[in-house]
């Protein structure tokens, strides 16, 4: 079993102010204590969004041509632990691991759409 959480962060420029937004996805494995954290990170980048605001909703992650997510739907969430998993993430590993969400989003995608060639267990 698993909890997550997510948030919005921003880098900060040298004048202090917000930059490139990243949207974290974090899943901790259940019971406490099982496993350290998997933080799956979505960096703005080009042909990509993150949630700020309008038109996007505040789960929504995807490239502007192609696969996208909610991260507020659990099976969205499921699909991309599953592919982590399924490359290599170990639940069980004591530290907190983090990964490039972007790397996972298309296989995910693909598996909550009903690919039967998307990645997973």
């Keep these: 079993m698993y909890l997550w959480t997510m948030r919005h962060s921003h880098r900060r420029d040298h004048a202090g ?3 490139d937004c990243r949207q974290v996805l974090t899943v901790f494995p259940q019971p406490a204590g099982t496993g350290g954290p998997l933080r799956i990170v979505f960096a703005d980048g080009p ?3 993150v ?3 309008a038109p996007f909703g505040s789960g929504d992650v995807g490239f502007t ?3 996208d997510l909610n991260l507020h ?4 969430v499921r699909a991309l632990l599953d592919v982590a998993v399924a490359r290599g993430w170990q639940p069980e590993e004591r530290g907190a691991v983090e990964v490039d969400g972007w790397s996972l989003l298309e296989a995910a995608a693909a598996a909550r759409a009903g ?3 998307a990645e997973g267990p």
């Design 17 to 19: 102010r917000a930059v």
């Design 47 to 49: 042909g990509r969004y």
């Design 51 to 53: 949630p700020g605001g």
């Design 65 to 67: 041509r192609g696969a």
């Design 73 to 76: 739907e659990p099976g969205a």
């Design 115 to 117: 690919d039967p060639h």
